[in-house]
């Protein structure tokens, strides 16, 4: 059921109503994202506080109790300065943007990729290192068109993926109509 096609079908829908959730709605996408960023600072100091306990000695226990302490911390600091966490999380979503455009870009020529999916990974790797480097040079276009600008990306990434779906279907079809059982 969950084969390479339908995933990416999926991955692609889900992309594509994010997008349209955060070009619809900014304001609330980029609170959205600090408050999920300080829930899950909270579920990790709870989840590293676990850890301290169940270690039998006391250097583990002194680690794990201090990235605990930090990971509150950064929950508190996203929730008090919900700004300055929206920066953070502007240079962040940078940084994966320019990591994952420039896997793309890589994955494009790697052997036995067609033409039309190597032009697909090209072109969606550029978007992602375009998206990057416009989020590192004006970090300060605010959290509202970040949250746009994000969505317009996970639309059109979202859409890539919908045709790669499509695309990767026609070969498995053409390829003897049978489809891999698992991703």
Known sequence: MLNSPNALLWRGLLAIAVGVVAVAWPGITIGAFVILFAVYAFIGAATDSARAFSSDRVGPVFGWLLLALLSVVAGVVALAWPGITALALT??????????????????????????????????????????????????????SLASVFGLFSIFYGTAGTVASFQERRVLKDAGGTQPSHT
């Open 91 to 144: 240079i962040w979503i940078g940084a994966w943007a320019l990591t994952t455009g420039a896997m793309e870009i890589a994955l494009a020529f790697r052997r036995g990729e067609k033409p039309g999916e190597r032009a697909l990974f090209v072109l969606t790797g550029l978007v992602s290192v375009a998206l990057a480097f416009v989020l590192f040079v004006r970090p300060d276009i605010g959290a509202v």
